[in-house]
């Protein structure tokens, strides 16, 4: 962690090994204060840095903004805010690559503080890849750091004529040429950026995919910490925008300093006394894949299979007798659930794998162990893509090479048979540089499909464009529903659910469509707060004590159902978005890929498949939770109902719903 965060002894939220953590909470009163008036000039807003910085890339002028009372009690931040200023500052039916769209990175009001995992920013735009709603959040140390520079959210937009970088050192700001960066990796444009203005700077990258315009492009930030779904990064390539860097030195303002502490150290002696916490501090999400796969959820060779003979090589345990280099965590992250790994058959470092590589770049791939997987995800974090899309787009790539309707000459001569890395970590490359029938499969797994035709969109596992998450749902109803009806695709953050498929009965639809609704409204209040989900997720932190913390923080007095009913109005508005800017939107939008309908072959949900009237029940129970129309537009009615009244009247004066 930075040099200037001095250590301390009493709460430490220390991780082993590794120098990249907060070694005190209570060393970071440093860079909190309590209530008062003003603050540097700034309105003083409890929880906030109080000013909102806007990047015009065309004429690289930029614009400070005050954060006022109204916009932080009535949107709180971070994915909030972001719903709020792309509905309200997008034109209708812009093209995502062009540069009248624009690129929004919002903090919430818990980060930055002593609250635990508070380390989440969130970054949003319309999605080059889906053509609609998309964001995507990121842990690391960036976002304490924006906060600490006085900036609670940045609004990029137009675009430069050459490479740019954004440089922020409080309120100093200055747009510089990037042009000796262009063409560098992710990882290694951060090192070298470090290199060049020093370690206190925090740095978030694109890399050559972004620069390519490759459709699921992403950003990277602390080595390996990703806003990896969407394509967010090649809008940030069609900008030439390589890199933000940020060092701030001022004070969040808090309004009741002393009950945080108290609060958070009491949550914090919670955390590390669970039955869990020392399982999942080591192995983090790799910690799930032996249970995934002894439910049948692993995706195996493209979803065309649900178990994985070769799971003991790519788990959790075997990934820490053999590759495991130091543990690693996030600003103010008790858990540390990520790691550090070397891979000597490959003299490779990374971050990871997590559990969403291993399952999508791994088993998906028919990869043979995790030193195999530690390469791809080298490879895709450098070049800057994420690897839930890549998995995908490669393993469609291999079952039409299983399937012969591509060949090895299509392929330039490489061999897409599963299994193959050296064929692979070649493909991604020619994707990355757009090379070849790399450009095709660059376009994302869907539209690839839609280029190749031949009825090739039966083997893309994706919803709205969004390649599934690592999770099969031939047997899971809900968790297939949560990906249905994500507001950015197939996601697993939004909702997961498999836990409650099996409890509630896999082969059963009853009650899941209110369930995934229930599910939509705590987990994305995660990232309008700043905050990791994990604490909550997998030790079990009453949700009541994230409301008590963004009221200590913020002096106000919200209540879960306030929240929830805010939660709602989020959920509402990025569906309007989607409703706006695509024609036809509605049922048809939310449907499970074509691979969900056939009989899962073998392992432990053998025969299993889902049926129409099973989407139908699942989708007609989601609907009426919300209270939207059969064709699942919220209805103008619905939208006033929760504070939607201006996005209502533009809705129906476009002729996208009914008034």
Known sequence: MRGRLPAASDLQVTRKSTSLHVQSLWSLCGKLCGASSALGGRPMINGYGGSILRVDLTTRSVKQEPVTPE????????????????????????????PANKVFVATGPLSGTLWPSSAKIVWGTKSPLTGGYIDSNMGGMIMAELKYAGWDMIILEGASETPVYLCIEDDKVEIRDASGYWGKGSVDTEYTLKRDLGEDFQIATIGPAGENLVRFACITHDVGRQAGRGGIAAVLGSKKLKAIAVRGTKSIPVADIEGLQKHTTSVIDYIKNTAFFPTFSKYGTTDITDWCDSVGVIPVDNFQHAQYPKKDRINGKYMREQIYVRDKGCYACPLGCSTYTYSKKYDVHVEGPEYETIGLMGSNLGMDSIEEIAVLNADVDNLGMDSISSGSAVAFAMELYQRGILTKEDFGGLEMTWGNVDAVRAFLRLIAARQGIGATFAEGALAAARIIGRDTEKYVVHVKGLDYSAYDTHAAPAMMLAFMTSDI??????????????????????GKGKLVYDLQHLRPLMEVFGVCRFPWLEVKVDWENYVTALNLVTGQHYTTEELFAFSEKIWNLTRAFWTREVDGFGRAYDQPPAKMYEEMPDGPTKGAHVTQEMVDQLLDGYYRAYHWDQNGLPTAERLREVGLGSVADDLVK????LD
């Open 654 to 657: 476009r002729g996208r719903i």
């Open 71 to 98: 916009l932080a009690h009535d949107w709180l931040g971070g994915r909030a805010w972001i719903a709020k200023f792309m509905y309200e500052e997008l034109p209708a039916g812009v093209d995502p690559l062009s």
């Open 489 to 510: 695709g197939a996601q697993h953050t939004r909702a997961w659910a498999i836990v409650q498929d099996i409890n509630m009965g896999r082969d059963s639809t009853e």
